[in-house]
Every structure is written in C-alpha cells, then in structure tokens.
C-alpha cells in the first residue's frame, strides 16, 4: 500500500519559516519524481515545486521561487519543503504528491494544514 504522511504544519507568524516533510512507503521512491502542491480556501490546488527521482533537477512556482526550497533524501524515502519569509498568502493545506515526472503526479498524501499570521 502506498502511503504518502506530510507533517511539519503549524501556525507561524509572517517572516518565519516552516519545514515540511513527506514520508514515503510502498513505492520505489528513489525512481519517483515529488512534488508540493497547496490549495488555499476557495482556490484552486496550486504547483508549488517538484524535484526529480535524483534530486538533480527542481522546479519552483514563481510565487515561492527563492523562499522556499525542496529536496529529497532517497535513503530515508522522505522529500522536504524548506520555507523561508513565510508570507500570509503562503497559508494553505500543502499536499505531498509522487509521479513518474515534474510534471505529472498522480499519488497524493492527506496534506497539512500552513497557517501564516500577519
């Protein structure tokens, strides 16, 4: 059974940062693309940033680029979600996702809840 566990969500005030981390089972994750996605209330789920099976490629929303950063440690089937300058707009559930590219993903996690107070 694949399982995809998010964790590292909370309430931080804005200028701080969060780190989230998906914890994988169930698949081959060092040949799985991963992705973050987030969905805000009323909106739309939204890319957020992907990185290849090998970590050696990334791929970054524009409205994160520089702020937060993704990577991936194979041995512990685990991808993560560095974010810095967390901004209010940042606040929404943020969902794992694995797939066979950066830009198809079709395995999704239960998601954790980014609460940023202005």
């Known amino acids: 059974q694949v399982q995809l566990v998010e964790s590292g969500g909370g309430l931080v005030q804005a200028g701080g940062s969060l780190r989230l981390s998906c914890a994988v089972s169930?698949?081959?994750?060092?040949?799985?693309?991963m992705g973050w996605f987030r969905q805000a209330p009323g909106k739309e789920r939204e890319f957020v940033a992907a990185?290849?099976?090998?970590?050696?490629?990334?791929d970054y929303a524009d409205s994160v680029k520089g702020r937060f950063t993704i990577s991936r440690d194979n041995a512990k089937s685990t991808v993560y979600l560095q974010m810095n300058s967390l901004k209010p707009e940042d606040t929404a559930v943020y969902y794992c996702?694995?797939?066979?590219?950066?830009?198809?993903?079709?395995?999704w996690g239960q998601g954790t809840q980014v609460t940023v107070s202005s």
């Open positions: 996702a694995a797939g066979p590219s950066l830009s198809a993903f079709d395995i």
């Open positions: 169930g698949l081959s994750f060092g040949s799985t693309a």
């Open positions: 990185i290849s099976w090998s970590g050696g490629n990334t």
